[in-house]
């Protein structure tokens, strides 16, 4: 069994910071890639930040320049630096690690909610 604890949600003003981290634990799984998806209430889950094992990172546009994600690979973590945060980044956090960006293990999700 595979199991992801994040941590690091929370309520935050608009232009503040957050950090979540999640850690990876279990048998027999690939951190390959390991993302960061969000899903705000009576929307679809979204990709948010995705890092490949040689390094290479994607992020949504919505959040360029503002989040940053990295790993601990020896530690099987992965974070993601949340800057300048806006209203409309409210919503519930998933951590992601797998093989490819399919078939692979969910967190249970943490809430960030921005709002003055």
């Known amino acids: 069994q595979v199991q992801l604890a994040e941590s690091g949600g929370g309520s935050v003003q608009p232009g503040g910071s957050l950090r979540l981290s999640c850690t990876a634990s279990g048998r027999s799984f690939s951190t390959n890639v390991m993302a960061w998806y969000r899903q705000a209430p009576g929307k679809e889950r979204e990709l948010v930040a995705a890092i490949v094992s040689g390094g290479t990172t994607t992020y949504a546009e919505s959040v360029k320049g503002r989040f940053i994600i990295s790993t601990v690979k020896a530690r099987n973590t992965v974070y993601l630096q949340m800057n300048s945060l806006k209203p409309e980044d409210t919503a519930v956090y998933y951590c992601?690690?797998?093989?490819?960006?399919?078939?692979?293990?969910w967190g249970q999700g943490t809430q960030v909610t921005v709002s003055s």
């Open positions: 992601y690690t797998g093989f490819s960006t399919r078939a692979g293990h």
